[in-house]
T-cell receptor, first 112, second 114 residues
């Protein structure tokens, strides 16, 4: 079983839709959970960062972590064409120098 | 403006010809790392550095070298590139060395080895 699983999509939605992106993981040592957005030909940019379990909201974006199920989600409300990108989940354990483990990314397309 | 700068952005080279990809950050971050991104495999860490003169292997270090002589710079060296090192490379930096939770990424270097 891979450490982090993420459905690659592609996911196509109309403008204004609510989008749900998900990752599952197997390593119970993960404590830090991130979502990155990557536009074509660009580097990833950090969208959301959550420590341990719970929800975090930032504008149209909400990140959820369910450690009991080893499942994390990113919700995008009122999706816009500018949200069209690849979304990468990433997570890490708290030990010093530990690497981020990335999902393979979900490609999202929002049509106007 | 806070940024991580990689050069070059695009590079085509031949097998065996040594090359260096530079990475520089202006945020005074202690932690820097290199990743490669391949279709179907995602982002994988090559090397990381907790601070000046402190480097360590990531998940896929074979065929690569790094050095960290200054805090702001973290070059990636391919002593004898091979076609399987054709990939998209990203440098990243972070303020907190204990956990790389808020990594800033460079724009990427697309390397082709023929």
């Amino acid at each position: 079983q891979k450490e982090v699983e993420q459905d690659p999509g592609p996911l196509s939605v109309p403008e204004g839709a609510i989008v749900s992106l998900n990752c599952t993981y197997s390593n119970s040592a993960f404590q830090y959970f991130m979502w990155y957005r990557q536009y074509s030909r660009k580097g990833p940019e950090l969208l959301m960062y959550t420590y341990s379990s719970g929800n975090k909201e930032d504008g149209r974006f909400t990140a959820q972590v369910d450690k009991s199920s080893k499942y994390i989600s990113l919700f995008i409300r009122d999706s816009q064409p500018s949200d069209s990108a690849t979304y990468l989940c990433a997570m890490s354990a708290p030990q010093a120098g530990t690497a981020l483990i990335f999902g393979k990314g979900t490609t999202l397309s929002v049509s106007s | 403006e806070a940024q991580v700068t990689q050069n070059p952005r695009y590079l085509i080279t031949v097998t065996g010809k040594k090359l260096t990809v530079t990475c520089s950050q202006n945020m005074n971050h202690e932690y820097m790392s290199w990743y490669r991104q391949d279709p179907g495999l995602g982002l994988r860490q090559i090397y990381y550095s907790m601070n000046v003169e402190v480097t360590d292997k990531g998940d896929v270090p074979e065929g690569y070298k790094v050095s960290r002589k200054e805090k702001r710079n973290f070059p990636l060296i391919l002593e004898s590139p091979s076609p399987n090192q054709t990939s998209l490379y990203f440098c990243a930096s972070s303020f907190l060395p204990i956990r790389n939770t808020e990594a800033f990424f460079g724009q990427g270097t697309r390397l082709t080895v023929v």
